[in-house]
């Protein structure tokens, strides 16, 4: 089993940015296709964004456009960069190694209108 922490969660206002990053307790990342999902309450977990071991990103449609997601496998670590935040987007969100079936404790993310 894989160790993941998420950071970078916070409050911003509407059309705000934040960075978060997931940094893993083994060199997984460079076998593992990395995806970052988010949850808000009573709501089911979806994933945001994805990114295969060789660079390649896929985006949920609501994120296209705002959201980038990289990785540093070298370092271990995935990023998600949001930009124009909306409400909409508040949620915890969660890091998650696919090949291993890994998931980090998740970073609150409130954006206010």
């Known amino acids: 089993q894989v160790q993941l922490v998420e950071s970078g969660g916070g409050l911003v206002q509407c059309g705000g940015s934040l960075r978060l990053s997931c940094a893993a307790s083994?060199?997984?990342?460079?076998?593992?296709?990395m995806g970052w999902y988010r949850q808000a309450p009573g709501k089911q977990r979806e994933l945001v964004a994805d990114?295969?071991?060789?660079?390649?990103?896929t985006y949920a449609d609501s994120v296209k456009g705002r959201f980038t997601i990289s990785r540093d496998n070298a370092k271990n670590t995935v990023y998600l960069q949001m930009n124009s935040l909306k409400p909409e987007d508040t949620a915890v969100y969660y890091c998650?190694?696919?090949?291993?079936?890994?998931w980090g404790q998740g970073t609150q993310v409130t954006v206010s209108s």
């Open positions: 998650n190694a696919r090949a291993f079936n890994s």
């Open positions: 083994g060199r997984i990342f460079s076998i593992s296709v």
């Open positions: 990114i295969t071991t060789g660079g390649r990103p």
